[in-house]
């Protein structure tokens, strides 16, 4: 009985080892190589496969980058809002070197001392407007304008520095956009071009002059000012294909969706933009002071309130826009600080084009002319031409082909950002991809590293441009702002880019073609507004 015993524990007692032997012992030993490894997606591990690979372009090495926060597997599984995703990647929480005072376009005083003044300005307007208006028995001015030091469009103004327009994490931008959509419009006039032209164009040219486009200056009652262009076309329309680009319409949802995607591609050169449903008879016909602009003003056979342009060759009933019967869709485009404490410069494209029926400009004809442009002061040096790639990039996805200025801050010198202003042209063609758009990239082959990084991230699923920008829009009070096919025309136009920074590279080497600038990550993902908006 006792050997029987024996034998049984003896039995058990190779099977609990054969057991532990091939079975449990491999599994600990598993479990502590995996410990001991880490999370791969910890700071100190980061490798280039976290960021897209294009087929036949190397991503740049990222050796100096860390990642501020944890990516487990049940972020991937939780897909949750693409748009707060992409803010919170590093490569849109790059941190600027620290900004000395000449890196700032205006000081806290300095703008305050002009807001004062424009309050002195209009106070001393009020009074005289009002004692006239009692000698003639009419009504004086009565609305009411608050002086208010903290209010949105100041601290955008304030924000401004020698990188961009605003920082990501600028939660005064977000109010700037709701105070455009909601505050009370207490004057309405003609912008400073339309003024200029007198009435007067000059029929014969090809190209208008910028005044006869359909667009007034708003002023609110914290005397922050937005540009308003009216809605001339339907989403649905398209640009007709016989139609040339220089006498195309302005779109106001061209604008909104500028905004969002020079934001989107962290290049925070275009200001806050946002639709509006604008009230033409309360908020522009009875705001305004300039007979001028009442006298465009009239009834149509709908009795729909409209106005059309200044500018005499369009100063026709069929050129007008019409409210609904009183309500029209547009654009507020917040306004820059004024030109006596910022001054700007405006300077021609160097890819300008010929805005004439046959003309074709040297860049169309010589495929070396960027070897001319690099010669030649300011692109010779600093980051110039590559500010230019980057806004020829930003046109591209737009489908806007009348760059023919960009603006500087004159502050800033030849280090300053390039302003992309005048985005109307935009999106007017989802099914035409105009590569002339492209030349800079194309004939100069240099692109800025982080600009490239950043385009290979969007062309990812995980952050597809079509999906960002859909989400970003739709906080816009006038969603939605663009037709699907123009949202799917992002992606395809961002594969066409990369391959031209493809066929770059093969042709001279990432070396040549991907272009430093400061790369230093901050030690967190600040927080980045997100537009959006009740419902």
Known sequence: MRRDRFVLAATLTVIFSADFFFILLPKLQNLRQTAGNGCPC???????????????????????WTLPYRTTPSDQT???????RLFAHPLYNIQTPALRTEERLLEVEQ???YYRRKVSHWERHKKLYNEAAALANLSGLEQEMTYDPDASWLKFHLGINRYAL??????????????????????????????????????????????????????????????????????????????FYFVDFQRHNAEIAAFHLDRILDFRRV????????????????????????????????????????CLYVCKTEYAVCGSPDLLEGSLS??????????????????????????????????????????????????????????????????NMD?????????????????????????????????????????????????????????????????????SLDGDPLRPVLTEPHLLALDRRLKKVLRVVQHCIRRLGKEEVITSDFIK?????QTTMVMTQER
């Open 78 to 84: 939780d897909r949750g809002s693409k748009l707060e």
């Open 334 to 399: 917040a306004y820059l600080p004024g030109l006596s404490i910022a001054p700007r410069l405006s300077i021609p494209n160097p890819w300008t084009r010929s805005y004439t029926f046959t003309e074709r400009q040297e860049w169309e004809v010589n495929p070396f002319y960027c070897d001319s442009i690099k010669q030649t002061h300011p692109y010779s040096s600093g980051n110039r031409l590559l500010n230019i790639i980057d806004m020829s990039i930003f046109d591209f996805l737009t489908g």
């Open 42 to 64: 910890e700071p100190n591990n980061i490798s280039n496969h976290s960021f897209p690979i294009l087929e036949g372009l190397a991503t740049p090495q990222l050796s100096n």
């Open 403 to 471: 760059r023919h200025h960009y603006e500087i801050f004159t502050k800033f010198g030849e280090e300053g950002f390039l302003l992309h202003l005048d985005n109307a042209r935009g999106f007017g063609k989802s099914s035409h991809d105009e590569m002339s758009i492209l030349a800079p990239l194309s004939q100069c082959c240099i692109v800025k590293r982080s600009t490239l990084l950043r385009l290979q991230l969007l062309s990812q699923s995980e952050f597809r441009l079509s999906d960002v920008m859909r989400e």
């Open 111 to 113: 703008l305050l001392e």
């Open 166 to 243: 605003y920082s990501q994490d600028d939660s005064s931008i977000l109010q700037l956009l709701k105070d455009m959509q909601n505050m009370k419009v207490v004057n309405a006039d003609y912008t400073q071009d339309e003024k200029a032209l007198k009435g007067e164009c000059d029929c014969t040219q090809v190209v208008k002059p910028s005044g006869h486009h359909l667009k007034l200056a708003l002023k609110m009652h914290n005397f922050g000012k937005a540009m308003f262009k009216p809605m001339r076309q339907q989403r649905e329309e398209e640009t007709p294909e016989d139609v």
């Open 521 to 525: 990550p901050t030690v967190g993902p």
């Open 271 to 310: 200001p806050p933009v946002s639709g509006r449903l604008v009230n033409v008879t309360g908020d522009i016909l009875q705001a305004t002071h300039n007979e001028d602009l009442r006298a465009v003003f009239f009834t149509s056979p709908a009795n729909n309130t409209c106005f059309f342009a200044k």
